[in-house]
T-cell receptor
């Protein structure tokens, strides 16, 4: 079974709106990270939230973590067309490997 | 201050041939990870290496696949006798240390196509 599952799988919004993506996982974690992937490119690290943190901000990004529900959310405020990409959550357990979810494909229409 | 460099960006092989994918980590990074991504899916961990050592290869198929990270030179992911199911994008990532909060820096991947 997959560790990280993103919801929704695809999201289409207008520029200026907020975008919320959710991620659920199954096992205990050390931290949870969000990455962005533009088409045909590698992943870019966005933000890391530790297991003992509940909320973290970085610019227009806001991440929450609920370890009791084993879930996280990524909020992008005031979206821009350039935010169009796939967004992945990844969990880190023992060891350094990351376990990725299937991603949310975000399209922001100008 | 170059990032993670992967080459080639695209690789086409016929069934039965060998594929060699290269990854040069960021300067100062001694930890390398290989992941595989199928279309419309997330990345799946394959192998984690430090210089001259394989630390975790739990995600790598036991047959036909091998990885190395020599003392000098790039990390190599080698796939022998490729089959159609090996078609995917292969990503390399690197990090500077074993710290659990070190984000991994990714290359742009090698897209492998098997004819």
């Amino acid at each position: 079974s997959q560790q990280g599952e993103e919801d929704p799988q695809a999201l289409s919004i207008q520029e200026g709106e907020n975008a919320t993506m959710n991620c659920s996982y199954k096992t205990s974690i050390n931290n949870l990270q969000w990455y962005r992937q533009n088409s045909g490119r590698g992943l870019v690290h966005l933000i890391l939230i530790r297991s003992n943190e509940r909320e973290k901000h970085s610019g227009r990004l806001r991440v929450t973590l609920d370890t009791s529900k084993k879930s996280s959310s990524l909020l992008i405020t005031a979206s821009r067309a350039a935010d169009t990409a796939s967004y992945f959550c990844a969990t880190s357990q023992a060891g350094n490997m990351l376990t990725f979810g299937g991603g949310t494909r975000l399209m922001v229409k100008p | 201050n170059a990032g993670v460099m992967q080459n080639p960006r695209h690789l086409v092989r016929r069934r039965g041939q060998e594929a060699r994918l290269r990854c040069s980590p960021m300067k100062g990074h001694s930890h390398v990870y290989w992941y595989r991504q199928l279309p419309e899916e997330g990345l799946k961990f394959m192998v984690y290496l430090q210089k001259e050592n394989i630390i975790d290869e739990s995600g790598m198929p036991k047959e036909r696949f091998s990885a190395e990270f020599p003392k000098e030179g790039p990390s190599i992911l080698r796939i022998q006798q490729v089959v159609r199911g090996d078609s995917a994008a292969y990503f390399c990532a690197s990090s500077p240390s074993t710290g659990l909060e070190q984000p991994q820096h990714f290359g742009d991947g090698t897209r492998l196509s098997i004819l």
